[in-house]
């Protein structure tokens, strides 16, 4: 039987085209399918709002900049309790780091192992995972239980280090 009809393949693909449309408007939606209600030239949006593809540009700015590398320096030298500085590390990396799309354009402004640019908050992280692995059991299996970053923080963790397996171009 021939296929004469591609809405399940538009269908499947549905997630995809609607995160690159959103990403940058300028992407083009074209369905394959011949359906009556699909016109031919889409429009989701207003020219004047700024896509995330011009936010991110303003992103990779923050997070390359010297001002971020001194703050991180300084909060690393703070004498504070060891427990505190491990959780609002995680969630200072997380909030920075973490992708919230997932194409690859985020990832190389906010990938660890990926831009070289952002080698103080790779620093920061390694300062930070040194400083969890001399914790007290007692206080890692706090930490797992009762603070819902540390199951986040590993899961981004984890996703970066693949990330580094799969493209193995990076330097670090």
Request: hydrophobic share 35%; with cysteine.
């Amino acid at each position: 039987m021939k296929k004469n009809n591609n809405f399940l393949n538009d269908y499947k693909d549905l997630d995809n085209i609607l995160v690159q449309k959103s990403f940058d408007f300028s992407y083009k939606v074209k369905f394959n399918s011949k359906l009556l209600y699909v016109e031919d030239d889409i429009k989701y949006y207003k020219e004047e709002i700024d896509t995330p593809k011009k936010i991110l540009k303003i992103i990779k700015g923050k997070l390359e900049s010297t001002k971020l590398k001194e703050l991180l320096e300084k909060y690393k030298s703070f004498s504070v309790d060891e427990f505190e500085y491990i959780i609002t590390s995680m969630n200072i990396i997380y909030s920075l780091c973490s992708t919230k799309i997932a194409l690859d354009e985020e990832l190389e402004v906010n990938g660890i192992f990926v831009n070289e640019n952002i080698k103080h908050l790779f620093d920061f992280l390694d300062d930070s995972i040194q400083r969890k692995t001399k914790l007290t059991d007692e206080k890692k299996e706090l930490l797992l239980k009762e603070y819902k970053i540390a199951e986040h923080f590993d899961a981004y963790l984890i996703k970066q280090v693949l990330n580094k397996l799969l493209f193995k171009e990076t330097k670090k």
